[in-house]
């Protein structure tokens, strides 16, 4: 169920920060174990201001139904960011945020 948003400055290769948040994602053991319900989309961007340098970024915005722990999704938030730290990405601000989707509202449909 989860859906990964991962925002990064375009410096970086979106493709190679794929990997790493699927499997952090996978690795917090909050989801089905074969992974099939977690999606992972990247969006670059060249125009960003990162404080007063021009550092890199990521983000990872992982939105999943509301009823997780707190525990749950603090464990979840630090599987994704020791997944990304993996890659030793020099001079970029890394940071991972949980949002609860409304279980009243969240439609979805599979063809």
């Given at each position: 169920m989860?859906?990964?948003i991962?925002?990064?400055s375009?410096?970086?290769?979106?493709?190679?920060?794929?990997?790493?948040?699927?499997?952090g994602?996978l690795?917090s053991?909050?989801?089905?174990?074969?992974g099939?319900?977690?999606?992972?989309?990247?969006?670059p961007?060249?125009?960003y201001?990162t404080?007063n340098?021009g550092?890199?970024?990521?983000h990872?915005?992982?939105?999943?139904?509301?009823?997780?722990?707190?525990v749950?999704?603090?464990?979840?938030?630090?599987?994704?960011?020791?997944a990304?730290d993996?890659?030793?990405?020099?001079?970029?601000?890394?940071?991972?945020?949980i949002?609860?989707?409304d279980r009243?509202?969240?439609?979805?449909?599979?063809?």
């Amino acid at each position: 169920m989860p859906h990964c948003i991962i925002e990064h400055s375009s410096s970086l290769k979106g493709e190679e920060l794929l990997s790493p948040v699927f499997q952090g994602v996978l690795g917090s053991a909050l989801f089905t174990a074969d992974g099939s319900d977690i999606k992972v989309r990247a969006l670059p961007y060249s125009v960003y201001q990162t404080g007063n340098t021009g550092a890199d970024f990521v983000h990872v915005t992982v939105r999943i139904l509301a009823g997780r722990t707190e525990v749950e999704k603090q464990k979840l938030s630090a599987a994704v960011l020791a997944a990304i730290d993996s890659l030793k990405l020099a001079n970029c601000s890394v940071t991972i945020e949980i949002v609860d989707i409304d279980r009243q509202s969240y439609s979805k449909s599979v063809s």
